[in-house]
């Protein structure tokens, strides 16, 4: 799960994950979670980004969140399942590519676009969880 925001605040909201449109390949083959929400405001030139995720494995509820730049400096998003901090850069003014790392390490690179409607947004995610499972999926999410 990644958070987004950009100047024209294209990714300012509340986001819904859309498990019908999205798509999860990992070791196990199942989904990656059952429900999950991106709440994004603005803060400055950045955004705070609050995660929820319901995992579709332990049925529990995990999350971060964290405020920043899209500089490319590492952010703290404390023990995740991607890592424990984020590099946020901007592509584009609806696309967004965070790396994140755990240990210095990267683990998963994700990219996000906002639809030029500004209703959907979708993150394509490649690399392995903080615990080495291989991660290849296509998140779509509905604004709220």
């Not at 494995?57 to 730049?69: H, K, Q, V």
């Not at 899209?70 to 696309?95: F, L, M, S």
């Not at 639809?115 to 999410?141: E, F, L, R």
Request: with cysteine.
């Amino acid at each position: 799960m990644l958070c987004t925001a950009d100047k024209t605040r294209s990714s300012i909201g509340t986001w819904k994950l859309n498990t019908a449109k999205s798509m999860a390949v990992s070791a196990d083959k199942g989904p990656a979670s059952v429900t999950a929400t991106i709440t994004n405001e603005a803060a400055g030139a950045g955004v705070r980004c609050t995660v929820r995720v319901v995992s579709a494995m332990e049925g529990t509820l995990t999350g971060w969140e964290f405020s920043g730049n899209y500089d490319g400096k590492d952010v703290a998003i404390g023990n995740t399942q991607y890592g424990d901090v984020v590099a946020p850069t901007r592509v584009d003014a609806h696309t967004t590519r965070s790396v994140y790392k755990n240990g210095g390490k990267v683990t998963v690179t994700m990219t996000s676009v906002v639809s030029s409607d500004g209703k959907t947004m979708t993150a394509t995610s490649a690399g392995t969880d903080a615990k080495g499972t291989p991660i290849d999926s296509v998140a779509v999410y509905d604004k709220q």
